[in-house]
């Protein structure tokens, strides 16, 4: 039996314990929202529970639906010789990171931060990939150090600053160079990273000699090559265009006489939404072995929205309804500082309330928005709630990812709580900051003199 199958024939034994409604969710292996006597619960745990325990607003994420996702992909890609880094970008919660560790994900990561919250939820170093176009010399120093697998340069520039700290600690960096591929990814102008005029990794063309010239390096051991190429991406067509270049790169390198060993086939694949289905898995892993899965490679994906994005939702209380002109308002007390991906991108993410929706006759579409003083703080117009009532509460779904790990503190408020949700159980995985918290942070140092 595989991972999935494992992890699904679990879900079937939990639901099958109570009577349950028809699925309102489900995720790619299983189900992970169902309605309970009318109450939305997580993995079988009324999320109304949950809220009357941490207060609202709150994400909670299904360790199950992690597990069981994680497990889905693996099962695709492995027969390709695939590893799976996951993006930390997408949800950082150590809690998080550590399911996925301890099934034996690796780590993509892009940060000294995020290095540290991989090692801290038990990821071997040498599963650790660290991207990104601007690390600083400390943060390649700490990768460095800490034995990473690899660091994805981005730049002649950063090349020089990698080689001078090995040089420094006396260490050989593992280095792999990130291909700017020049692929529309067709996905948001705002998370596509593939095209030409992007900031990222460096063209296709400059690669031959710049590879030769690190190749010959004694600091350096250039191990390959990566690309990402964007992000939320639902047309695979990209995926193959990109990875068929990466192929060719591939040839001419070692027709040069270059050693390639490794390709990170970077991030990027999208989730259905209202309008899609979204990617058949099947399918991304075939284009791998179509284009690169017979050069005799390493290969590893390094996916972040997929892995979690249907494991969590946020949780938001009604506060206030106003009559609106196109649809009333619902004043929720989450905004955009605790969700930013419908201001940012002008995503919608499904939502469903907590009780059994009222349904009665004339009931508008309602507009839900949070307190903060920006238009933009908007999370998009539903018709499927129903009537709604101050102090109702209601989920927004697929919030897994790129949702509590983008929030911010902007009006003063704190960061939400994230739980997790575990066989029939749930925990805290991060407490509610207080006002204090920010406070302490100000206290004020002393006066410097400027020279
Ligand atoms: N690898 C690299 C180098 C990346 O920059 C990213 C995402 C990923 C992997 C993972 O991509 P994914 O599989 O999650 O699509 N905040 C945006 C998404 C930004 C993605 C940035 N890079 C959102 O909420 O839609």
Same mark, same amino acid.
């Given at each position: 039996?595989?991972?999935?199958?494992?992890?699904?024939?679990?879900?079937?034994?939990?639901?099958?314990?109570?009577?349950?409604?028809?699925? /309102?969710? $489900?995720?790619? /292996?299983? $189900?992970?929202?169902?309605?309970? =006597?009318?109450?939305?619960?997580?993995?079988? +745990?009324? *999320?109304?529970?949950?809220?009357?325990? +941490?207060?609202?607003?709150?994400? %909670?994420?299904?360790?199950?639906?992690?597990?069981?996702?994680?497990?889905?992909?693996? &099962?695709?890609?492995?027969?390709?010789?695939?590893?799976?880094?996951?993006?930390?970008?997408?949800?950082?919660?150590?809690?998080?990171?550590? !399911?996925?560790?301890? *099934?034996?994900?690796?780590?993509?990561?892009?940060?000294?931060? #995020?290095?540290?919250?991989? *090692?801290?939820?038990?990821?071997? @170093?040498?599963?650790?990939?660290?991207?990104?176009?601007?690390?600083? #010399?400390?943060?390649?120093?700490?990768?460095?150090?800490?034995?990473?697998?690899?660091?994805?340069?981005?730049?002649?520039? #950063?090349?020089?600053?990698?080689?001078?700290?090995?040089?420094?600690?006396?260490?050989?960096?593992?280095?792999?160079?990130?291909?700017? @591929?020049?692929?529309?990814?067709?996905?948001? %102008?705002?998370?596509?990273?593939?095209?030409?005029?992007?900031?990222?990794?460096?063209?296709?063309?400059?690669?031959?000699?710049?590879?030769?010239?690190?190749?010959?390096?004694?600091?350096?051991?250039?191990?390959?090559?990566?690309?990402?190429?964007?992000? $939320?991406?639902?047309?695979?067509?990209?995926?193959?265009? %990109?990875?068929?270049?990466?192929?060719?790169?591939?040839?001419?390198?070692?027709?040069?006489?270059?050693?390639?060993?490794? *390709?990170?086939?970077?991030?990027?694949?999208?989730?259905? =939404?209202? &309008? &899609?289905?979204? @990617?058949?898995?099947?399918?991304?892993?075939?284009?791998?072995?179509?284009?690169?899965?017979?050069?005799?490679?390493?290969?590893?994906?390094?996916?972040?929205?997929?892995?979690?994005?249907?494991?969590? +939702?946020?949780?938001?209380?009604?506060?206030?309804?106003?009559?609106?002109?196109?649809?009333?308002?619902?004043?929720? =007390?989450? %905004?955009?500082?605790?969700?930013?991906?419908?201001?940012?991108?002008?995503?919608? &993410?499904?939502? !469903?309330?907590?009780?059994?929706?009222?349904?009665?006759?004339?009931? $508008?579409?309602?507009?839900?928005?949070?307190?903060?003083?920006?238009?933009?703080? =908007?999370?998009?117009?539903?018709?499927?709630?129903?009537?709604?009532?101050?102090?109702?509460?209601?989920?927004?779904?697929?919030?897994?990812?790129?949702?509590?790990?983008?929030?911010?503190?902007?009006?003063?408020?704190?960061?939400?709580? #994230?739980?997790?949700?575990?066989?029939?159980?749930?925990?805290?995985?991060?407490?509610?900051?207080?006002?204090?918290?920010?406070?302490?942070?100000?206290?004020?140092?002393?006066?410097?003199?400027?020279?």
């Amino acid at each position: 039996m595989t991972f999935a199958e494992t992890f699904f024939s679990q879900r079937v034994r939990m639901t099958n314990a109570s009577a349950v409604s028809p699925l /309102t969710r $489900q995720g790619p /292996t299983g $189900q992970r929202l169902d309605r309970r =006597d009318g109450a939305l619960c997580l993995d079988g +745990v009324p *999320l109304a529970q949950i809220a009357a325990t +941490v207060g609202t607003p709150f994400y %909670a994420y299904s360790a199950m639906a992690l597990r069981a996702d994680y497990a889905a992909l693996r &099962h695709a890609v492995a027969p390709h010789g695939v590893e799976v880094c996951f993006a930390v970008k997408a949800n950082s919660n150590i809690h998080v990171l550590a !399911e996925f560790a301890r *099934l034996g994900c690796g780590m993509d990561i892009v940060s000294g931060g #995020e290095m540290a919250r991989a *090692l801290a939820a038990g990821t071997p @170093p040498r599963r650790i990939i660290f991207s990104g176009v601007g690390k600083t #010399e400390a943060e390649i120093s700490a990768a460095l150090q800490a034995g990473l697998r690899q660091i994805n340069v981005e730049s002649a520039a #950063e090349l020089e600053v990698v080689s001078g700290v090995a040089r420094a600690l006396g260490l050989r960096a593992p280095v792999a160079f990130r291909v700017n @591929p020049d692929v529309d990814a067709k996905t948001h %102008a705002k998370i596509t990273t593939g095209r030409k005029d992007s900031k990222f990794g460096i063209p296709a063309a400059e690669i031959p000699a710049l590879y030769a010239a690190a190749a010959a390096r004694p600091e350096l051991n250039v191990v390959g090559l990566a690309l990402h190429i964007g992000s $939320q991406i639902l047309d695979l067509t990209p995926f193959r265009q %990109a990875w068929q270049t990466m192929a060719h790169l591939v040839k001419d390198l070692r027709a040069a006489g270059q050693t390639v060993s490794r *390709l990170d086939l970077g991030g990027g694949l999208g989730i259905g =939404d209202a &309008h &899609h289905p979204g @990617p058949d898995l099947a399918e991304y892993a075939r284009i791998i072995g179509e284009t690169v899965a017979g050069l005799g490679l390493e290969l590893n994906v390094e996916p972040g929205r997929w892995l979690c994005a249907r494991a969590g +939702v946020m949780v938001s209380r009604v506060l206030y309804l106003k009559p609106g002109d196109a649809a009333d308002f619902a004043v929720v =007390d989450a %905004a955009m500082n605790d969700l930013m991906r419908p201001a940012l991108y002008d995503a919608q &993410h499904p939502a !469903e309330t907590l009780h059994n929706p009222r349904q009665a006759p004339g009931t $508008q579409a309602h507009r839900l928005v949070g307190p903060i003083c920006e238009s933009s703080d =908007d999370f998009g117009k539903y018709k499927n709630l129903g009537t709604l009532l101050p102090g109702d509460l209601v989920a927004f779904l697929d919030a897994g990812a790129y949702g509590a790990a983008m929030s911010s503190t902007y009006n003063s408020r704190g960061l939400v709580p #994230e739980v997790l949700v575990d066989d029939g159980q749930f925990r805290v995985i991060r407490r509610r900051t207080e006002i204090r918290d920010a406070l302490n942070l100000e206290e004020g140092e002393a006066w410097q003199k400027a020279c």
